[in-house]
């Protein structure tokens, strides 16, 4: 695995575990929805997220992550469609999808 590539994926790990660690151990989505500074944090997390990822696919289009286009395009609602972004949708990834890509990002790290 090229140098870049393992870059990338420390910021997109790093980017994961802020997210989890801004929203601490009771992960409530009142208190996420109701608190302006904590979305948009995460929200800035999911740029990162999916600005790293549209580098991966820059360098190798074939890289193996489940959902690597749906995170680049996450990017892109959040930036482009700021007004557009949804909070239990968010929510939802967070809970759903996000421990599997941290899983799965720090499987291809230790390798």
Request: cysteine-free.
């Amino acid at each position: 695995m090229k140098d870049e590539i393992k870059k990338l994926l420390f910021d997109i790990n790093e980017a994961a575990n802020s997210i989890f660690e801004y929203l601490g151990e009771k992960r409530d989505f009142s208190e996420y929805d109701k608190n302006k500074m904590l979305r948009r944090a995460v929200e800035r997390e999911f740029e990162i997220i999916g600005e790293a990822m549209n580098k991966i696919l820059k360098i190798d289009p074939e890289f193996p992550i489940k959902n690597a286009r749906k995170i680049v395009d996450l990017r892109n609602l959040v930036i482009h469609g700021y007004d557009q972004v949804d909070n239990a949708i968010i929510w939802g990834i967070i809970s759903r999808y996000l421990p599997s890509l941290r899983n799965e990002i720090s499987e291809l790290i230790s390798r």
